[in-house]
């Protein structure tokens, strides 16, 4: 079955950076875009980034872009992002999502992993 | 940018209701409209897709239908599983955007 499973957050202050990994299974990874979707603590669902499915184009949201790149291994099954100058507005959970179907829908979500920007 | 409006913010129904949510987007999205329903400490789950296609594995009470750039999501006879949140999301264009969602509450 399909799965996607987040690593790498944690408690981070501000300034700093953090890298956060997303292991995929139970699909052909390198056949599909991927997405990052954070969702801050009581807040909605925010849409971060998109990497097509041979990481030839990267799209970002205007509140991260500049500070966090998102790559994939297809080797490896594993998205990442990279996460740099971190904000307190940064803190939230962060999800991998797979885009699919033919109007390229977020169909399978990962777990989330917790990002806390803080002092 | 795509905006949706979603509403209500939230709403207070019962087991065997039926309960109506809307999505307005501010363009054109052809019907490039998907739903997700999202439980407390759990990842959201793609519930339709295509403005009104269901989703493998997910009950038939739950349908959707598209009116130009106006979007709605039914349940009917609400279960006790399905008190959750609700969003709706564009993949029309990027970037990708979400309705503000909608509580179910008991």
């Known amino acids: 079955q399909v799965q996607l499973v987040e690593s790498g957050g944690g408690v981070v202050q501000p300034g700093r950076s953090l890298r956060l990994s997303c292991a995929a299974s139970g699909f052909p990874f390198s056949d599909y875009a991927i997405h990052w979707v954070r969702q801050a603590p009581g807040r909605g669902l925010e849409w971060v980034a998109l990497?097509?499915?041979?990481?030839?184009?990267?799209y970002y949201a205007d509140s991260v872009k500049g500070r966090f790149t998102i790559s994939r291994d297809n080797s490896k099954n594993t998205l990442y992002l990279q996460m740099n100058s971190l904000r307190a507005d940064d803190t939230a959970v962060y999800s991998c999502?797979?885009?699919?179907?033919?109007?390229?829908?977020?169909?399978?979500w990962g777990q989330g992993t917790l990002v806390t920007v803080s002092s | 940018d795509i905006r949706l409006t979603q509403s209500p913010s939230s709403l207070s129904a019962s087991v065997g209701d039926r309960v109506t949510i809307t999505c307005r987007a501010s363009?054109?999205?052809?019907?490039?409209l998907n739903w997700h329903q999202q439980k407390p400490g759990k990842a959201p789950k793609l519930l339709l897709y295509?403005?009104?296609s269901l989703q493998s594995g997910v009950p038939s009470r739950f349908s959707g239908i598209r009116s130009g750039t106006n979007f709605t999501l039914s349940i009917t006879s609400l279960q006790p599983e399905d008190f959750a949140t609700y969003y709706c999301?564009?993949?029309?264009?990027?970037?990708?955007?979400f309705g503000q969602g909608t509580k179910v509450e008991i």
């Open positions: 363009q054109y999205i052809n019907n490039y």
């Open positions: 999502v797979r885009e699919g179907g033919v109007v390229a829908a977020f169909d399978y």
């Open positions: 999301q564009q993949s029309y264009s990027t970037p990708r955007t």
């Open positions: 295509a403005a009104s």
């Open positions: 990497i097509s499915y041979d990481g030839s184009e990267k």
